[in-house]
């Protein structure tokens, strides 16, 4: 468990499921911590979304947009 006492949740990019800090994969190979499996299910959404929000800005900073 976490110094907060509550259970945090990781995303396997291996085994691509959710984890939990009895059951995690080593840190090159996961994404968070979450506060809920429902929130790290959905990570990989997270990180689509800020790519796709970062390209648009770098296209906007060239100025091809």
Known sequence: ?????????????????????????????????????SEAELALDKVRERNEAWDAEDERWEGKH
């Open 1 to 37: 468990m976490s110094s907060s006492g509550a259970e945090r949740y990781y995303w396997c990019l291996s085994h691509q499921r959710v984890e939990s800090e009895a059951d995690m994969c080593a840190g090159r190979d996961r994404l968070g911590p979450y506060d809920s499996a």
